[in-house]
């Protein structure tokens, strides 16, 4: 396994050290490995902690965008600067579990034989530890996108994925695009498959996304996203070859 694993941060001082603790626990039988931070403009300990980090974790890079520019933006950074061609995303908060990565990597890996467009497994939080506001409003919004979009996706706000990176630089990037990866994906010709994860309770901090932003931001996005699919081209191609 050669892996990047990309973690979108912003103000998440004190679930910096335990995260990256657990994502070295969980990579112990890497063949090759990275963790890349991307710090979006954090104005807490946040950058304090990652410097401290790179004293001692010699897999950790970390990059700083010096204002806020949106966790999709900061998962772009991340993914661009990756060396390796398979990617893990895990949000910054400790609520997804590392350990699940090598288990999803293997799963891609495994089912890709049988379908080698699979481009993407997508974890899928089947238990939530999260207020009752947020699950109805998120089992609302995934309801109604994946009925709009067709993209047969439970839980596609879950951070922890796993892809090619190749594949997710060549999607059409806008803000707040990580909330409809599956659905790009799809249009662009690929396949994803979700994935049971373990979900853990926020140990510090409070989320940095509210309800109405994300509903605001979602109503607006989804029609742009529709726009996209009834737009998208998949031509059947073939080169000619003289005989």
């Known amino acids: 396994m050669k892996i990047s694993i990309v973690v979108p941060v912003h103000n998440e001082a004190g679930n910096i050290l335990p995260l990256i603790e657990e994502i070295e626990s969980a ?22 902690e990652l410097k401290e980090a790179m ?82 409003s998120s089992k609302f919004a995934n309801a109604v996108r994946s009925t709009l979009l067709g993209d047969n996706t439970p839980d596609t706000g879950c951070g922890l994925k796993v892809f090619a990176r ?18 790009l994906v799809i249009r662009a010709g690929g396949a994803v498959v979700s994935e049971p994860v373990n979900h853990r309770p926020r140990g510090v901090g409070v989320s940095n996304y509210g309800t109405l932003d994300r509903l605001w931001a979602g109503i607006t996005d989804l029609l742009g996203v529709i726009w996209l699919q009834k737009r998208a081209k998949l031509p059947e191609t073939h080169e000619i070859e003289l005989g």
């Open 166 to 183: 190749e594949k997710f630089l060549e999607l059409p990037y806008f803000d707040h695009m990580h909330r409809f990866l599956p659905a």
């Open 27 to 48: 990579m112990t039988q890497a063949e090759a490995y990275e963790i890349i931070y991307v710090d979006d403009g954090s104005r807490d300990r946040t950058e304090t």
């Open 55 to 136: 004293r001692h974790y010699k897999a950790l890079r970390v990059i700083r965008h010096r204002q806020s520019c949106g966790q999709s933006t900061a998962v772009r950074t991340g993914v661009k600067a990756a060396v390796y061609p398979w990617i893990a995303t895990l949000d910054g908060d400790g609520q997804n579990d590392p350990a699940d990565i090598p288990r999803l990597y293997e799963t891609l890996l495994e089912k890709s034989r049988n379908n080698a467009d699979l481009w993407m497994i997508a974890g899928w939080r089947n238990k939530r530890y999260d207020s009752k506001w947020r699950l109805f």
